[in-house]
């Protein structure tokens, strides 16, 4: 199973960047949508009808790409939007010129194709390559064109301006979405990776690494540091009975009362199966003893309910602290094995280690 974590936090990654991805188009879809909209009267006012028409056209291709979104036709969208990126800038641009600065909203679509998801990543290169050439041709063909609508120089000149700041805010905005999104990935990401799915408890692998924090806190301040193994009695005996549905409503169950009992400082786990392993900075022997019994009083007084029935459980405790300077692995083995003696003893007990 350890072999399996680095695909799985791998592919979860991929898919929440897609998800951000998709996300980002979503924003795209309306933010250009109402861009045009404002842009549909203001050249109509400016009696630049052509392009009022053709702004029209942009903000019904936005509702469509907006639309096959929902309907999750992605790809439909994205060339939608895409297409209407292109044809808007070489339309607007004939229409009423090159000195406009229509043509500065192609630059929205590269960071568009940098950050899609691409199965073939060859594509991205092919595109950008492409968006430069064309970006090039209409420099090349339309700068000297008469326009299609003539306006006057002064407003020309305010509209241009007017393109710069909006393609700049576009792309300020756009990135801004993006990191958010991603930012939300990767944190649904970390969490996944450090906790256990069912309880939401940390898992091992977490654990150990906070425990090797506090081993190199405990040498430089000479600070006590328990250990606590504890395990569910008779849990095989519940999942038969009950089902396994019944089993993991009782490990929910006492995940929760665990993490509300425990200190602040502390940290829980689910070590494995119906195992959890605390760990205890500034926690004496009999400090750690005191928590255990504690925990076990509470654990104890749980009934679950399930199919009408109240489901008692009960926990045994195994407890020992770190000694000198012994790997993590030692306080956690004495732990293992007063909880053994625990569980040979009758069970539903707290028993710390000799050592």
Not at 65 to 87: G, P, T
Not at 201 to 210: F, Q, V
Not at 216 to 243: C, E, M, T, W, Y
Not at 276 to 286: C, I, K, Q, V, W
């Amino acid at each position: 199973m350890e072999r399996a974590q680095p695909y799985m936090d791998k592919t979860f990654g991929n898919r929440n960047t897609a998800f951000a991805f998709w996300g980002l188009m979503y924003k795209i879809a309306v933010v250009a949508g109402a861009t045009h909209v404002m842009f549909m009267g203001l050249f109509y006012g400016l009696g630049a009808h052509t392009l009022a028409w053709i702004n029209l056209g942009s903000v019904l291709l936005f509702a469509a790409s907006y639309l096959c979104l929902k309907k999750r036709l992605n790809l439909l969208a994205v060339s939608l939007i895409v297409f209407e990126i292109l044809a808007h800038a070489i339309l607007a641009v004939r229409a009423i010129g090159w000195d406009s600065g229509f043509h500065y909203y192609l630059l929205v679509v590269v960071p568009v194709v940098v950050i899609s998801q691409m199965k073939i990543k060859a594509f991205k290169p092919v595109l950008i390559t492409s968006m430069l050439l064309l970006y090039i041709g209409l420099d090349h063909a339309m700068r000297d064109l008469t326009p299609l609508d003539v306006i006057s120089a002064q407003t020309l000149s305010g509209l241009r301006y007017f393109n710069i700041a909006v393609t700049f805010l576009l792309l300020t905005y756009l990135s801004g979405i993006y990191l958010k999104l991603v930012t939300k990935a990767e944190r649904e990401l970390r969490i996944l990776a450090t906790t256990d799915p069912l309880t939401q408890l940390l898992n091992r692998r977490s654990l150990l690494e906070i425990a090797e924090y506090e081993l190199v806190q405990r040498k430089r301040h000479q600070a006590p540091l328990a250990f606590v193994l504890a395990d569910i009695d008779h849990f095989k005996s519940i999942n038969d009975q009950h089902g396994h549905a019944a089993g993991d409503k009782v490990l929910k169950a006492v995940s929760q009362t665990l993490r509300q009992a425990l200190r602040e400082q502390d940290s829980v786990a689910r070590w494995g199966g119906e195992e959890f392993l605390f760990l205890m900075p500034d926690a004496t022997l009999d400090l750690a003893k005191s928590v255990a019994e504690r925990l076990r009083q509470q654990v104890e007084a749980i009934e679950v309910p399930f199919n009408g029935k109240q489901i008692k459980v009960s926990m045994t405790f195994g407890v020992s602290t770190h000694q000198n300077d012994e790997v993590v692995d030692a306080p956690i083995n004495r732990a293992d094995t007063a909880l053994y003696q625990g569980k040979v003893a009758g069970r539903n007990q707290v028993v710390a280690s000799a050592a």
